[in-house]
C-alpha cells in the first residue's frame, strides 16, 4: 500500500456477532423461559434488546453495514429448518401447538418426542442442529424471522445485511430422515428448495434489503462435479431471478477452490471470501479466474476464529493486492464474530501488555475498519493504528511467556518408541479382564456429573473469600462421595468422581499447566444456551505438578470398584483453546502431551487402573479438504499415543468423542491404540457402531445409548433396543454400555432416572445374551 490510495471507499462490515449478550443474558432469558420463571413476550424483549445492542455497537465502531437474521434463540441452521418448513413430522403438532415451544422441542426434545441430531459446525466447536430430509420432504417459506430482523435494524436506522444459510450448504449439511434409506441424498432436492430461497428472497427485497448473503462454506470443501453443477444452477437460477437484492454468496474457513470459478461465472453481484485461511492460495485462485470484474468482493483479512491481533501491514498488503481484482473490495472478518468472546476490557485479570495481543470481537470490529480506513485513504491515515501494531505483535514475538527452552529440548527429544505401547492390544486386553474383572456388557459413564446449584455456589464463595480453601475441599469431597453412592447404588460397574472441582474439561486443566491463560468472561457458544470460556494458549506448554491425582485417589479410597481417571486429550486442548498461531499446531500438541504423559504416569502410580483421556474434537479438527488430512492425523494421533504409551499393559486407556461425523477419521481412530472408545451414537441410532464394524475396528466401544444433549429420561426398553442394535455390529465381549456424553449440564433427577434404566438395559440384554450362548 502507498500512502495515499485511488480505491473506492471501502465499506467495513462482518458476517455474524456473538449472540449472547456481555453478561450472557440470552442464555438466562432461555434457560428462565424453560423453567416457567420468563414469558415469551419477555424472552422476545431480551432478544430484541440484545440484537438492537449489537447493531448499536457496530455501527459506533464504524461498521457500515451490519448483518441480520443471524442471531439465533439456539442456532442458525435450525433457523434455516423453520424458514424453509423442512419440520420432522414427530415434531409437528408441537409446532402448530406454539412456534417457540415447537422451536425448542426441535432443539432439545421432549419427554415423548427425540430432538434432531446434533454435530460440530465444519472444523469448529459450535454445533449445529441437522436437518432430516427425505423424498417426500415439502418445503415451505416462512421469511417471518428474517423479515422482521431486517425491519427492526431499517427501523434503527442502520443499512443491513441480512445473512441466510445458502442452499447448497443447507442441504449437504442434512441427513435422511429416520426411516428414509440411508443411501438417500438431500441434494436432489435442490429444485424444490430453490422456490423457496426465491420466495425468501423476494420477500427480504420487500422489507427493503439492498443486498442479501448466503453462506455456502460446504463450497470449501472437497465437492463432486454433480456437487458443483448443483451450486451453478443454484446461483443461476437464484441470480436469474428479477426481483430480488444483490446476492453476496459467502465461504469461509478455507479457500473456494474448485467452486471459485463456478460462483465467479453465476450472474450474483458479489462474493466473500476467506483471507486468513490459505491466503495466498485463494489471491491465486481469484487471480486464476480472471478476479469478480464489476462484482463486489467482502475480503475476511480479520481472523473471525481466533483472538490474536491481527498484523495490518500483512493485511493491508492483501487488500492492496484485491483492488485489481474486482470491481470493489470491502472489508470483514473471514467469518461471523460467534466463534470469539466479546471485549477484552472485561477481562481484568490479565496482564494489560498480554491484553494487547488479543483481539475479541469488538476488537475485531474495530481492526475491519482500521483497515478500511487504510484502504481507502492510504497508509498515512493509520500511522498510529500501524505503529502501535507493530509494537504490539514484537511484544507477543518476544515475550519470555512464548518460549521455554526446557520445554523444546524435551519435545525434540521424543522418539517413536515413546508413542507405542509395550504390548500388542489382544494381549493388553486379556491382562485388563484379569485385572478389573467386569462383566459382559459393563456400564459406565463419560466423566462429569451434574454441576448443582451447590457447587456453583461454593465455588462462588471461595471466591468472595466466605469460605476457605479447606471449607470448598471438604464440600468437594461430600459431592464425590454422593456421586460415588449413586453410582454403587444403581449399579455401574467402572466409576467416575463426578469432576465436581472442574469448571471445564479443557479451562480445568489450562490453568494449571504454564503457557495457558484464562480469561473471566470470554464466554463463546458451543450449543444451545452452553457457553464454554476457551483459555488462550499463549506458548510453550508444562506441567509444574499433578493437576487430577488427589481427587481421582481420593475418589478411589472410598469404593471397591474401579474409578477412572478423567483427563482431556491434547488434540482437544487445542482445538477448544484459542491455539497460538505462531508455531505449527503439531508440534503444540506435543508439548501438551508431553505434559499430559506425566499426569497419565502419576495416576497410574498412584493406583489408578482405568484412565480416560477424552478427545471429542479429533473429528472437527479435521482439515476441511482432504489434501490436508494425512498430516493432521498423523501429529493428532501420534500426540494421542504420545500421552498414553507409558502406562502398563494391564492399565485401561479410554477415550471418549461425541457430536461429529467420524466414518471418514475410523483409522485415526484405530490408530490411536486406545482400548476403550466411548462415542456418541443415541441421536444417530447406533451408526457408528456400524461404521466402526465395517471397517474391522478391533478393540472395546461403547457407543452411547443415553442422548445427555436433551432433557427427556430414555426409558430402559429405548435403551436396550439401542443397545442390541449395538450388539449387530459389535460382539458382546467388546460392547460397553454409557451415555453419550458427559452429565455436567444435566440436572440431578434426569440423571438418576437415566443410569438407572441405562444399567437395567444392560442387565436385561447381559442376560439374554449368556441365555443365547449357555
Excluded at 61 to 71: D, K, L, N
Excluded at 195 to 201: F, W
Excluded at 727 to 748: F, H, M, Q, S
Aim: with cysteine; proline share 6%.
Amino acid at each position: 500500500m502507498t500512502s495515499k490510495s485511488t480505491a473506492a471507499a471501502a465499506r467495513a462490515t462482518v458476517h455474524g456477532y456473538p449472540r449472547q449478550g456481555q453478561g450472557r443474558e440470552l442464555k438466562k432469558a432461555i434457560e428462565g423461559y424453560w423453567k416457567g420463571r420468563v414469558s415469551a413476550a419477555e424472552l422476545q424483549q431480551t432478544a430484541s434488546q440484545l440484537r438492537a445492542a449489537n447493531w448499536r455497537r457496530l455501527a459506533d465502531a464504524g461498521i457500515h453495514e451490519v448483518p441480520t437474521g443471524e442471531f439465533s434463540y439456539y442456532d442458525h441452521v435450525l433457523d434455516t429448518s423453520v424458514m424453509v418448513g423442512a419440520i420432522p413430522s414427530r415434531h409437528r403438532a408441537a409446532v402448530a401447538a406454539g412456534a417457540l415451544d415447537g422451536y425448542f422441542a426441535m432443539a432439545r426434545g421432549t419427554q415423548d418426542v427425540a430432538p434432531l441430531e446434533m454435530t460440530k459446525w465444519f472444523d469448529t466447536n459450535y454445533h449445529y442442529l441437522v436437518p432430516e430430509l427425505g423424498p417426500d420432504t415439502v418445503f415451505t417459506a416462512d421469511s417471518a424471522k428474517q423479515v422482521a430482523e431486517l425491519k427492526e435494524a431499517l427501523t434503527l436506522g442502520h443499512t443491513a445485511r441480512p445473512v441466510l444459510v445458502g442452499p447448497i450448504t443447507y442441504l449437504l449439511l442434512a441427513k435422511p430422515a429416520p426411516g428414509v434409506a440411508a443411501d438417500f441424498v438431500p441434494l436432489t432436492l435442490l429444485d424444490r428448495l430453490l422456490p423457496v430461497y426465491a420466495e425468501v428472497l423476494t420477500d427480504l427485497r420487500a422489507a427493503g434489503a439492498e443486498w442479501v448473503q448466503l453462506d455456502e462454506p460446504a463450497l470449501v470443501q472437497d465437492r463432486t462435479p454433480a456437487e458443483l453443477n448443483a451450486a451453478a444452477r443454484a446461483y443461476r437460477e437464484l441470480g436469474g431471478l428479477t426481483d430480488r437484492p444483490r446476492l453476496l454468496v459467502a465461504s469461509y474457513f478455507d479457500r473456494l477452490g474448485d467452486a471459485l470459478p463456478v460462483l465467479a461465472k453465476a450472474p450474483i453481484d458479489g462474493l466473500a471470501l476467506d483471507f486468513t485461511e490459505s491466503a495466498a492460495a485463494n489471491l491465486d485462485d481469484l487471480a486464476a479466474v480472471g478476479g469478480l470484474p464489476g462484482k463486489r468482493l467482502v475480503a475476511g483479512v480479520v481472523n473471525g476464529r481466533n483472538i490474536w491481533i491481527n498484523d495490518f501491514e500483512k493485511s493491508l498488503a492483501i487488500l492492496g493486492t484485491l483492488l485489481g481484482l474486482a470491481g470493489r473490495v470491502d472489508v470483514a472478518a473471514s467469518c461471523s464474530l460467534l466463534h470469539v468472546p466479546l471485549d477484552t476490557a472485561a477481562e481484568r485479570d490479565i496482564d494489560p501488555q498480554i491484553t494487547r495481543w488479543l483481539a475479541f470481537a469488538r476488537q475485531k470490529t474495530t481492526e475491519v475498519v482500521t483497515l478500511a480506513r487504510g484502504l481507502t485513504q492510504g497508509t498515512g491515515a493509520v500511522t498510529a493504528e500501524l505503529a502501535a501494531n507493530r509494537a504490539d505483535l514484537a511484544s507477543r514475538a518476544g515475550s519470555a511467556i512464548t518460549y521455554d527452552p526446557a520445554v523444546r529440548a524435551r519435545a525434540a527429544a521424543v522418539t517413536d518408541a515413546d508413542g507405542r505401547r509395550s504390548q500388542p492390544y489382544p494381549e493388553r486386553a486379556a491382562a485388563q479382564r484379569t485385572h478389573l474383572g467386569l462383566p459382559l456388557l459393563p456400564t459406565t459413564t463419560i466423566g462429569s456429573f451434574p454441576q448443582t446449584a451447590q457447587l456453583r455456589l461454593a465455588r462462588a464463595d471461595l471466591r468472595a473469600g466466605r469460605i476457605d480453601t479447606a471449607a470448598y475441599e471438604e464440600r468437594i469431597k461430600d459431592e464425590i462421595r454422593d456421586v460415588l453412592s449413586f453410582q454403587e447404588q444403581a449399579g455401574i460397574d467402572v466409576l467416575v468422581h463426578g469432576e465436581p472441582e472442574r469448571n471445564d474439561m479443557v479451562q480445568y486443566f489450562a490453568e494449571q499447566l504454564t503457557g495457558y491463560l484464562a480469561t473471566q468472561h470470554g464466554w463463546v457458544q458451543s450449543y444451545g444456551t452452553r457457553y464454554v470460556r476457551p483459555p488462550i494458549l499463549a506458548g510453550d506448554i508444562s506441567r509444574p505438578e499433578p493437576m487430577t491425582v488427589r481427587w481421582t485417589t481420593y475418589a478411589q479410597s472410598q469404593t471397591a470398584r474401579p474409578v477412572k481417571g478423567m483427563l482431556t486429550g491434547p488434540v482437544t486442548m487445542l482445538a477448544w483453546s484459542f491455539v497460538r498461531d505462531d508455531q505449527p499446531l503439531g508440534d503444540t500438541a506435543r508439548q501438551v502431551a508431553l505434559a499430559l504423559r506425566d499426569e497419565v504416569n502419576d495416576l497410574e502410580a498412584a493406583g489408578t487402573s482405568v484412565i480416560q483421556v477424552d478427545e471429542p474434537a479429533l473429528r472437527e479438527t479435521l482439515p476441511l479438504r482432504t489434501a490436508d488430512h494425512t498430516d493432521y492425523l498423523v501429529w493428532a494421533t501420534e500426540a494421542f499415543r504420545l500421552t498414553t504409551s507409558g502406562v502398563r499393559p494391564d492399565t485401561q486407556i479410554h477415550t471418549h468423542m461425541c457430536y461429529a461425523e467420524f466414518g471418514d477419521i475410523l483409522k485415526a481412530i484405530d490408530d490411536l491404540d486406545a482400548d476403550v472408545i466411548s462415542l456418541e451414537a443415541a441421536r444417530s441410532h447406533m451408526q457408528v457402531a456400524g461404521e466402526l464394524a465395517v471397517a474391522g475396528y478391533p478393540r472395546e466401544v461403547g457407543p452411547g445409548v443415553y442422548d445427555i444433549h436433551s432433557p427427556r429420561v430414555p426409558s430402559a426398553d429405548e435403551a436396550a433396543i439401542l443397545l442390541r442394535k449395538g450388539l449387530e455390529a459389535i460382539p458382546a465381549e467388546r460392547l460397553w454400555v454409557n451415555p453419550d456424553c458427559g452429565l455436567k449440564t444435566r440436572g440431578w433427577p434426569e440423571v438418576r432416572a437415566s443410569l438407572e434404566n441405562l444399567v437395567t438395559a444392560a442387565r436385561t440384554v447381559r442376560g439374554d445374551v449368556t441365555a443365547a450362548t449357555s
